[in-house]
């Protein structure tokens, strides 16, 4: 982007402002808020310079992509749940549902599908046959084998027994 007009000169003015500050001062206190609206600018100035309007700005996008993570870190943890990643990640859990809305799915049914894709893969090893439906079931997070058989079923077509 050419920072020489418009708002790509004052997104590149805040940019090497923030910059030479840093230098200066500690901005740890700050560092996160201000890379969310650092981004923010880089998205408005992108989108105007295109001609697209941003759906949605980079710091939700940021947010999106670290609960994501957090999930995919702690998939196995048999108490995963939205009160569970806000309580974790200091988001309430309304807005966490609100920053999930955007990846197509509630955040309850991206968990249960990930863990459900994760045992099929297991499940489908040969080298890990030794291992017991009910054993794959609780290192995916599962508290019953019977609700794992149930929606591993409605899922997949077929009871994880069959199904391996």
């Not at 309304?94 to 968990?111: A, N, Q, V």
């Amino acid at each position: 982007m050419p920072g020489k007009s418009g708002i790509s000169a004052v997104v590149s003015q805040t940019l090497l402002s923030v910059w030479e500050q840093s230098n200066l001062e500690d901005l740890s206190a700050v560092g996160d808020k201000l890379a969310g609206n650092l981004l923010d600018l880089l998205a408005i100035s992108y989108s105007s310079m295109v001609g697209a309007q941003a759906e949605e700005t980079c710091s939700i996008s940021a947010r999106r992509i670290i609960i994501r993570d957090f999930i995919e870190k702690n998939l196995s943890h048999p108490d995963l749940s939205p009160v569970f990643i806000a309580q974790a990640l200091k988001f309430s859990v309304p807005y966490l549902h609100e920053l999930f809305k955007g990846e197509g799915e509630s955040i309850c049914r991206y968990i249960t599908r990930r863990r459900l894709e994760i045992a099929a893969k297991t499940l489908r090893d040969p080298q890990l046959k030794s291992i017991s439906v009910s054993s794959i079931a609780y290192q995916q997070g599962f508290k019953s084998t019977t609700h794992f058989g149930r929606i591993f079923k409605q899922q997949f077509g077929c009871p994880p027994t069959e199904y391996r």
